[in-house]
């Protein structure tokens, strides 16, 4: 994982408890390992199988969670709109353990500042 100090932003996790998962809200691949999809699963207390036939898809040669339209937006499978909370947080992939550090938004993050009210620009 990148260091996040060397990025141009903070984050403050605690704003995860009011904006209502918006990182979760985006659309987009949410890439995932075999540990992940294990992991997941066994939190969900799912069949391997059974948790990958319902929310695990192959795009571009990789495996990725699935997504599903509602109210027009495209949201993770794996978040829940009525709590809205992921379901598998305690073993959520690492592409989300690491959201905003990714690479992507080193030098342009300012999209982050419109979406997510936990990202700050540095002082
Ligand atoms: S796995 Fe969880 S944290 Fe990651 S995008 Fe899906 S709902 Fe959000």
Redesign the pocket.
């Known amino acids: 994982m990148s260091d996040p100090s060397d990025f141009p932003f903070t984050f403050n996790s605690a704003a995860c408890q009011e904006c209502g998962?918006a990182?979760?809200r985006w659309g987009g691949y949410?890439w995932v390992t075999e540990e992940d999809i294990l992991a997941m699963a066994v939190w969900m207390k799912m069949d391997l199988e059974a948790f990958a036939d319902e929310y695990i898809r192959a795009s571009y040669g990789r495996m990725s969670?699935q997504e599903r339209l509602r109210e027009g937006e495209y949201h993770?499978c794996?978040?829940d709109p009525y709590t809205k909370r992921?379901l598998?947080?305690q073993a959520?992939?690492e592409q989300?353990r690491t959201f905003p550090f990714w690479e992507k938004y080193r030098g342009n993050y300012r999209v982050l500042l419109e979406i997510c009210p936990g990202v700050a620009e540095k002082e």
């Open positions: 998962g990182c979760c949410v969670l993770c794996l978040f992921c598998v947080y959520r992939p989300c």
